[in-house]
């Protein structure tokens, strides 16, 4: 019963923020805007996910097919996660969420560029994909403590509700952006916009699309989210924090060491 006191006690501590210690945190800390840019650069693109429904039954006449390449890759992927905590502490998260980025942005433009008409190889691609792809994103969610750590060190605050409310914020405008984009991208083609409550009545119309119509929704659903992947991981590059470093401030804001041990250890000045 104690403890559970002393814990609302401290969620309510931090809590009693006025908004410019809020902008203090945030300001102070370089390396989560460079997370939240990010995010907001690979979710705000994943514009394919709005659209998978279209593609698959545009481009492969099926609106359930391209669920095959997930399915198969379900698994796989379930054990990449697993063990993305142990990739990340055995080879260091930046460089886990930078290879495995890269890795699945390469993966999704050769996807783009193998085209749409070979299905398998597309299925193939894509389970390929799924593993480093889910990989880096799982990774990016481990620098926020980080962050958390050194904004303690820089001002003396525990602002990681802030920091933890910006990210779920980030989240879902970019998953907004992501959804109305799509849209809106298709839209600025040759696109034949067709009223219809179900698939089964869009085929019964039988409304044909240009081929370069067919080629934008490509485009949409593949080459902008590889786009996206692609920039998100070029930002992390700017994130300089070292886990060695944020190591010592964690011990330093715990009381374990000293402010002048700490600095006298770190590998460069913050």
């Known amino acids: 019963h104690n403890a559970e006191l002393k814990n609302a006690e401290d969620e309510r501590s931090t809590e ?29 693109l994943q514009t394919g996910g709005s659209l998978g429904t279209y593609a698959s039954f545009y481009l492969y006449g099926d609106s359930l097919i391209l669920i095959i390449p997930i399915a198969i890759a379900f698994i796989p ?3 990449a996660q697993m063990n993305t905590d142990r990739l ?34 597309i299925t193939v691609l894509l389970v390929l994909q799924a593993v480093p792809g889910n990989i880096s994103v799982i990774a990016k969610t481990f620098f926020t403590p980080d962050t958390i750590e050194y904004t303690r060190y820089k001002t003396g605050k525990d602002c ?8 779920a914020f980030v989240n879902k405008l970019s998953s907004s952006i992501s959804a109305s984009l799509g849209l809106f991208l298709l839209g600025l083609s040759e696109w034949v916009a067709v009223e219809a409550e179900s698939f ?28 996206g992947t692609i920039l998100s991981v070029l930002v992390m590059a700017f994130y300089k924090l070292k886990e060695s470093d944020v190591k010592l401030m964690a011990a330093c804001n715990a009381g374990e060491i000293t402010r002048e041990e700490c600095e006298a250890q770190l590998s460069r000045k913050y």
């Open 77 to 79: 992927q379930t054990i």
């Open 160 to 167: 990681s509700g802030i920091f933890f409310s910006l990210n």
């Open 200 to 227: 089964e009545e869009l085929a019964a119309l039988n409304v044909p699309q240009t081929q370069n119509a067919l080629d934008s929704l490509w485009i949409i659903y593949m080459l902008v989210p590889a786009i």
């Open 88 to 121: 990340c502490r055995k080879f260091g998260k930046k460089k886990v969420f930078l290879i495995c980025g890269l890795l699945g942005s390469v993966i999704y433009s050769m996807i783009y560029f193998a085209g749409y008409h070979n299905f398998a190889m």
């Open 16 to 44: 009693r923020y006025t908004f410019k210690d809020m902008l203090n945190c945030v300001k102070t800390n370089k390396y989560v805007f460079i997370i939240l840019l990010s995010v907001l650069l690979y979710t705000g």
